[in-house]
């Protein structure tokens, strides 16, 4: 056994920063497991701050429509020339400047096609949902009009209010199971990128060290084969991998706000290991085709980053460009991150419901197979040229 003592002999010069990617991801996921103990599914609706200039304050439609709308706004009611009144949409006294022209109410109640004026700031935050809500008012009162334009004002309004005022409840089930796994969804897929660069700083210096060509060739003058040596180096890199594993399965289950141990929960774990065994699938490979210890620390910074960026592990996949994805299919993060989403919102253990995930696993699986097949093809072709 002796590789398999120098593996971590080599192993502990690579200790400072593998304990400095250790002390960044703790750091981090503190971070994020205190921002999930607030409760992110509550909001409170927020009134904008809303210039009106009204040119038609005796009309019933619009006194109703603008008491619809203040359950948008807090108005802000100015009088004066236009040119000045954009002043406080300048020096952000409101963000939305609203103006009803003369003869608003009677020209909407004549069925003439005609709308309120509007001003905003550029790229401000609100505009889309006061256009939403004036465009809901005024489109149902043209609605009724259409169907029948011989209501009177007061029954329009009567009849927008009322259609106004009915809310539908709308509940949002994010699983069956009855728990919340956010915190795991966003832990594990965090974690991915530490153990993906680890497995790049770790498996990469040691793995280098023996493919030193000198090395190598002093090797072959002593009584171990190449085939022992192999597998304790491989013996070497899945205890190191499963360190990683249970270090960050330990940390995960001091930081989740539920300490609850489930089926899912074994899930997300189970997802991590098969990764784990892909992440060190690639550190090994890039050990073998890399030739000096300096390129190989570039890359365990930037292959996973750009890994994790593309995949969804920072950014949720949802809001990732489709054609960003397409290329991140070709990664294991891609498929790991895919199991875990889908984890967290599962709708119950019944296998139809499960079955995706058991593919994305195994795709990572398949991944892996491959990648260490390739490697150990590289390693046999670089053994026979030196």
Not at 266 to 283: K, P, Q, V
Not at 307 to 336: C, E, N, R
Request: charged share 15%; hydrophobic share 50%; net charge neutral.
């Amino acid at each position: 056994m002796q590789v398999f003592k120098i593996y971590f002999k080599i192993l502990k010069n690579s200790s400072l920063s593998l304990a400095l990617y250790a002390i960044v991801f703790v750091i981090l996921i503190t971070v994020i497991s205190l921002g999930q103990a607030k409760d992110p599914l509550n909001f409170e609706e927020t009134k904008v701050n809303t210039a009106l200039v009204n040119y038609d304050s005796d009309s019933v439609f619009v006194q109703n429509f603008l008491a619809y709308l203040s359950n948008y706004c807090n108005f802000i009611e100015l009088e004066g020339e236009e040119n000045e009144l954009i002043d406080v949409l300048i020096f952000r006294k409101a963000e939305y400047m609203l103006t009803i022209p003369y003869g608003f109410g009677e020209d909407i109640m004549k069925g003439k096609d005609v709308n309120v004026e509007k001003k905003t700031i550029s790229g401000g935050l609100y505009e889309t949902a006061i256009d939403q809500a004036i465009n809901r008012y005024i489109t149902t009162a043209k609605v009724y009009l259409y169907a029948n334009p011989i209501l009177s004002e007061q029954n329009v309004v009567n009849y927008v209010n009322q259609d106004m005022n009915t809310e539908a409840t709308v509940s949002i089930n994010y699983n069956h199971i009855g728990r919340n796994y956010s915190f795991h969804n966003k832990y594990f897929n965090f974690a991915s990128y530490i153990l993906l660069a680890s497995s790049f700083l770790g498996v990469g210096m040691v793995m280098l060290t023996f493919y030193n060509v000198h090395i190598r060739r002093r090797n072959l003058v002593t009584p171990m084969n190449f085939k022992s040596m192999d597998l304790q180096l491989i013996a070497g890199n899945i205890i190191f991998v499963i360190a990683w594993d249970i270090f960050i399965i330990l940390l995960g289950i001091l930081l989740a706000p539920d300490k609850y141990i489930d089926l899912s929960v074994l899930m997300f774990w189970f997802n991590f290991f098969i990764f784990s065994l892909g992440a060190l699938s690639i550190g090994f490979l890039s050990a073998i085709l890399v030739k000096r210890k300096e390129v190989n620390n570039m890359l365990s910074f930037i292959l996973p980053l750009g890994l994790s960026f593309i995949s969804g592990a920072f950014i949720p996949q949802t809001m990732l460009d489709k054609g960003v994805l397409k290329l991140a299919q070709f990664s294991p993060l891609y498929w790991f991150v895919r199991a875990n989403d889908s984890i967290a919102v599962l709708q119950s253990y019944a296998f139809m419901d499960m079955i995706d995930i058991f593919k994305f696993i195994g795709i990572q699986f398949g991944f892996a197979v491959a990648v260490f097949s390739v490697a150990l093809v590289a390693g046999k072709q670089w053994r026979q040229s030196n």
